[in-house]
């Protein structure tokens, strides 16, 4: 580790980090308490997750703090986020396992490293993948899970075009909540001022460029609705699927193996 690094207040910009996740989506840690609590009722008390598109390992943490006789494995393509996470919350007693690998690629399960698991958890990263991509992720999941595993995912997940009133609704207390203004108001530091302070860390530059590198040509599709995510959950061969914890478009859908 070179002394740049080395000087890191890696709990410092966890901090931020969260902070400023939470002034997009007030409801986090409420949306984290109905995952793991659905967690809690229909899992052993010792069992092997998977936290998909992890950042720096909000699931993990959490889920890891909850459960003592959980082991995770934390899986991101984020070099920044993978080493933010390293830094602040470490390997949990060697109960959390970092991965840096790509959500979209067709060798993901290698990537892994688990020949199966009881449930695989995702809170707002899976909008980033193409319809193709997040359909053979789905797929890969059915693979990955053992018979009765479940996959919850927590995100804005758009109502489907029968219901415009609600969509409208949605979109715009999303987009008063995620104003300039309202984080200023609130005094919540943006996405954008969180990476642009993190850019002046001399330690942070290498993995940065590294980032610029991995998510060259990566394109955000359009909003997917919440229908499209059932019926492709349905299609990789999930058995029920369905929506747990709902504040407007903000959710949790849950699917069984």
């Known amino acids: 580790m070179s002394a740049e690094v ?17 002034g997009y989506v007030p409801e986090r ?3 984290f308490t109905a995952m793991f609590d659905a967690v809690a009722e229909l899992l052993p008390t010792s ?8 950042g720096p390992g909000a699931i ?9 006789g959980a082991r995770s ?12 996470g390293r830094g602040a919350v470490g390997t949990v ?4 396992r970092w991965v840096e690998a790509d959500l979209s690629s067709p060798n993901l399960l290698e990537a892994i490293g688990e020949t199966q698991v009881d449930v695989v958890l995702s809170t707002t990263a899976l909008h980033w993948l193409q319809p193709d991509a997040l359909a053979r992720l789905y797929q890969d999941l059915v693979r990955l ?17 029968a219901l415009p009133t609600f969509d409208q609704l949605s979109h715009r207390v999303l987009k008063a909540q995620w104003s300039d203004t309202s984080f200023a108001e609130r005094g919540i530091e943006t996405a954008e001022q969180w990476w642009e302070a993190l850019a002046e860390e001399p330690g942070f530059r290498p993995l940065i460029a590294e980032r610029a590198q991995r998510f060259q040509g990566k394109q955000r599709p359009g909003q997917t609705d919440v229908d499209a995510h059932i019926e492709a959950l349905s299609a990789a061969g999930f058995s029920e699927i369905g929506t747990i914890w709902q504040v407007l478009s903000n959710r949790v859908l849950l699917a069984v193996r």
């Open 6 to 22: 080395g000087t890191i207040d890696w709990q410092g910009w966890l901090r931020r980090w969260d902070a400023q996740q939470e």
């Open 47 to 54: 069992f092997v997750a998977v936290d998909l598109g992890c």
């Open 145 to 161: 899970l053992r018979p009765g595993g479940l996959f919850l995912n927590g995100d804005n997940l758009a109502y489907p075009p």
């Open 73 to 84: 494995v934390a899986v991101d393509i984020d070099p920044v986020m993978v080493a933010l």
């Open 60 to 68: 993990s943490q959490r889920l890891l703090a909850r459960f003592s």
């Open 93 to 96: 007693d060697d109960r959390l």
């Open 29 to 31: 840690e409420a949306r």
